[in-house]
């Protein structure tokens, strides 16, 4: 089936920076949402974005739906320890059988720097 | 106190062994779904409800079945026919299923066969 690419899979953070993340398809999306997960939990949902060229803050957060409407990119800023967890993109089609069906990315893991 | 429960949180079994995993949600939803998540993996689509009496197959169905006889109620049974049953179930729903439709997870079930 369809794969979004999320990048980078994994990364260090040091409290206080700013972290950045994105998702490519090669198909176009309708939707794009954000989600988190912690160890053992559901994902919770961070920011939905329905719009091209939309960009949606959450407090620290902020994505971004790109112009093509092939991939997405979440900010955090200032990052702080319970940041860390599992990141997910998941992206929305709008036509054909599975309408409304979600395509995840593989996650990025935010974990703190030694 | 509005949302989705997913029972149990733990799950063992022994191989050739059927199991059903409950989801319940009290959020008046008509769409929900299911999933599995692997290690280092993305969450895969394994079935989904559109409504009531009404359920669609996703890309990972075999060895699994479902019922939805009701709209707050969506198990997912774990067949002995599935190879590989050990992983994290997550169960969502959506207001309806379409696009510009946030999905909202439970906590999850992790199913461990031994």
């Known amino acids: 089936g369809q794969q979004l690419n999320q990048s980078p899979q994994s990364m260090f953070i040091q409290e206080g920076e700013d972290v950045s993340m994105n998702c490519t398809s090669s198909s176009i999306f309708n939707t794009w949402l954000w989600y988190k997960q912690d160890p053992g939990e559901g994902p919770v949902l961070l920011i939905a974005l329905y719009k091209a060229g939309e960009l949606t803050s959450n407090g620290r957060l902020t994505a971004q739906f790109g112009i093509t409407r092939k991939d997405s990119f979440l900010n955090i800023s200032a990052s702080i320890p319970s940041d860390v967890g599992i990141y997910f993109c998941a992206g929305q089609e709008g036509r054909g059988g599975s309408q409304g069906n979600l395509i995840f990315g593989k996650g990025t893991k935010l974990s703190v720097k030694p | 106190d509005g949302g989705i429960t997913q029972s149990p949180k733990y799950l063992f079994r022994k191989e050739g062994q059927n199991v059903t995993l409950s989801c319940e949600q009290n959020?008046?939803?008509?769409?929900m779904y299911w999933y599995r998540q692997d290690p280092g993996q993305g969450l895969r689509l394994i079935y989904y409800?559109?409504?009531?009496?009404?359920?669609q197959k996703g890309d990972i169905a075999e060895g699994y079945s479902v019922s939805r006889e009701k709209k707050e109620s969506f198990p997912l049974t774990v067949t002995s026919a599935q190879k590989n049953p050990t992983a994290f179930y997550l169960c969502?729903?959506?207001?309806?299923?379409?696009?510009?439709?946030?999905?909202?997870f439970g906590p999850g079930t992790r199913l461990t066969v031994l």
């Open positions: 959020l008046n939803h008509d769409a």
């Open positions: 969502a729903s959506s207001i309806v299923a379409g696009p510009n439709n946030e999905q909202f």
């Open positions: 409800s559109q409504i009531v009496n009404d359920f």
